[in-house]
């Protein structure tokens, strides 16, 4: 009888791609429902929206190489991604309309691959296939990768981890054939990785400690020709991608003031909340900061764990340490923050890290809780235990899903768990003044600035409140506030703009349709608005010029503008 169940287990769920099946169901299960969504205002809006029409034209590709994922300019670019823009441009391939819907769709295609590959990895590891597919299972619908697919920027960790995890499988491919063709296959998915999210540069770090747990010293010794072309391999790969983004970025970091020790020394302390999120996975929050993070789930966590390892007598060390090494290392490089700012700790730079705890749980292993409990009592409770958490962990992820369904949803979530960030008051506040509210939206932008005096956007937000209200005194103030804090803010400069042109400053605000245009070529608010004025005032020659620009820069012609390049074109069609 016990046999044929295990049978029918097997033929069910394990058998040919039959686990695949089962990973992509329960995933698309929970969240199916973001398919549905908008978005929340947080890069999405930028990165999706604000330069569909740079993603849409694929004649853009090797740009995407050759700038900051924010398209900044004249300075201030911080984040040197091309594979995440070469995914965004993937979805504005579907049209504009669609463009939403195609970003979340992408993002729960991009999470199931990654669940599927980390099944493999562990089949690779030779993992029993049965609890290889309960633990892919568990990890595919945990609450905390929500912010990586139901919020669209929240994607470039599932996106690394595609990339990640099969590098690691080919490593391994290599250690044990060392048939060049894997060493090769190791390499492309490591580089492509690092043009993903700079992350992926504690990679070599991860494959250098597996060869030191689990390879017979003497074998390194042997080997020390593989050990050289592993090293040789990942300092090409490694210079030849840092030069790519020195060359964009113009810095070691980022545009920002950084000091590497004294960060990861002050947020450390981070690491705590973020094991307890792994194991216990509730309070959780859109956009934390330190100081409104639980550190209780942490210590109970922490306890479990030790309370775990005391019970369990078989305990496999090689694999608990491994695990331990890759949550470190995963999440080392998220602790650098720049100085100038207060740290915020997004849940979805936890979803890489996490999978380290699979090792761990698989090096802690089963407790007996009878001396004389047989197998098949054993693999009863593990399965038991195992469904249980995948139906849990599933209705949490569906419940938190609600958070990342609009653009209020999420800053009044980010508001109520971490209500001492500025940041997150500046934005609920924006999504009031979206909303026509005002008042509302006066009131988070003066309780930011209470928190934090120099938060930016904070200032040039008030800024516009001031200018609906016709205080153009005070919106003035407030923009040229801003342009202190933040010399590189196109918004300032555009809505500053805005504010001259309604006072009858025309010059003025010409200028700073220009200044905006300077900070960001791809503003076209500002380059239509400078179109604008010269056509109206019957200046053909500097209309013709605003014209040809948004041309060049391939942003959508107004239909004046289309005129005045193409008269003959306006002939034809007027017959």
């Known amino acids: 009888m016990n046999n044929n169940r295990e049978n029918w287990f097997q033929s069910v769920f394990l058998n040919s791609w039959r686990p695949f099946f089962w990973i992509a169901a329960a995933i698309f299960l929970v969240y199916c429902s973001t398919l549905f969504y908008g978005i929340v205002y947080l890069d999405d809006n930028v990165l999706v929206v604000g330069h569909y029409q740079f993603n849409k034209n694929l004649s853009n590709i090797f740009q995407a190489f050759n700038e900051d994922i924010f398209r900044t300019s004249l300075g201030g670019g911080s984040f040197y991604r091309p594979i995440l823009r070469l995914s ?107 043009f993903t999210k700079e992350t992926a540069a504690v990679l070599p770090f991860l494959c250098a400690s597996f060869i030191l747990i689990f390879v017979n010293p003497k074998k390194i010794i042997a080997d020390l020709k593989q050990c050289a072309y592993l090293l040789a391999g990942w300092g090409s790969v490694g210079i030849f991608w840092f030069l790519a983004r020195r060359e964009v970025l113009h810095n070691f970091i980022g545009n920002a003031d950084y000091d590497v020790l004294l960060s990861i020394y002050r947020n450390f302390p981070a690491l705590l909340p973020a ?230 400053r025309m010059d003025e605000a010409v200028d700073s349709w220009k200044k905006t245009l300077e900070v960001n070529p791809g503003y076209s608010q500002a380059l239509y608005n400078l179109f604008i004025y010269y056509y109206q005032n019957q200046d053909k020659e500097n209309a013709k010029y605003w014209a040809q620009e948004a041309q060049n820069r391939e942003i959508t012609l107004l239909p004046e503008m289309q005129k005045m390049l193409n008269p003959l074109d306006s002939i034809i069609l007027n017959k």
């Open 88 to 194: 965004f441009m993937f979805d504005a391939q579907f049209g504009e309309r669609a463009i939403v819907f195609m970003s979340h769709f992408s993002n729960l295609v991009l999470h199931i691959f990654s669940a599927c590959l980390f099944f493999l990895l562990l089949l690779k590891l030779n993992i029993k296939k049965e609890i290889a597919l309960f633990l892919s299972l568990i990890f595919g619908v945990h609450p905390l990768t929500a912010q990586t697919v139901s919020f669209i920027a929240g994607r470039n960790d599932s996106l690394l981890a595609i990339f990640v995890f099969p590098s690691l499988m080919f490593f391994l491919d290599f250690l044990e054939t060392k048939r060049i063709k894997y060493y090769v296959w190791h390499l492309i998915f490591f580089c492509l990785a690092l």
């Open 275 to 504: 094991i307890g999120k792994i194991i216990l996975p509730f309070d959780l929050s859109v956009f934390p900061v330190m100081k409104d993070m639980m550190m209780i789930y942490g210590i109970i966590s922490l306890i479990l764990l030790a309370v775990w390892f005391i019970l369990v007598k078989n305990k496999n060390y090689r694999l608990i340490i491994f695990g331990a090494v890759w949550f470190f290392l995963f999440t080392l490089l998220t602790l650098i923050k720049p100085m100038d700012t207060t740290p915020e700790f997004s849940e979805n730079r936890i979803y890489l890290p996490m999978f380290g705890f699979a090792f761990i749980f698989l090096g802690l292993g089963r407790i007996k809780f009878r001396d004389k409990s047989n197998n098949i009592t054993q693999k009863k409770i593990f399965l038991g235990i195992s469904v249980a958490l995948i139906i849990t962990f599933s209705f949490v992820t569906i419940y938190r899903n609600k958070y990342y369904k609009n653009k209020l949803n999420f800053w009044n979530n980010a508001v109520e768990t971490s209500p001492s960030f500025a940041f997150n008051h500046n934005n609920l506040g924006a999504m009031f003044f979206l909303d026509g509210k005002k008042n509302e939206a006066e009131k988070e932008f003066n309780k930011a600035l209470e928190i934090n005096p120099r938060e930016r956007m904070a200032h040039n937000n008030l800024g516009l409140v001031y200018l609906e209200k016709e205080d153009f005194s005070k919106a003035e103030e407030e923009f040229n506030k801003e342009l202190e804090i933040n010399p590189y803010y196109d918004n300032a400069y555009a809505n500053k703009g805005l504010l001259y042109y309604r006072m009858g």
